[in-house]
């Protein structure tokens, strides 16, 4: 699960630099004040964002290859002729 790492990542860009501790403090304070269930908030949200657009991504992909191999696999004028 990279939820927490992302979480923790993008907590860390919000304090300035001056008030930074190491990653894995600043990871161990959030849930301490926070609670462990924390390191997963905003993970609904981000799988609504991120789920949709990899299924179009990919199946685009797919379509496309599909489509390039079908094409390169087919004998040129040259070759039917020979």
Known sequence: AVA??????TQLQA??????GSYLGDLLALVRTSGL????RGLAPTLWRDVPFSAIYWAAYEGV?????SHSHQPTKTQRLG
């Open 65 to 69: 290859s599909r489509n390039i191999s």
């Open 4 to 9: 927490p790492f992302e979480l923790a990542r």
């Open 37 to 40: 269930s924390s390191l997963w």
């Open 15 to 20: 304090i300035p630099v001056s008030r930074r």
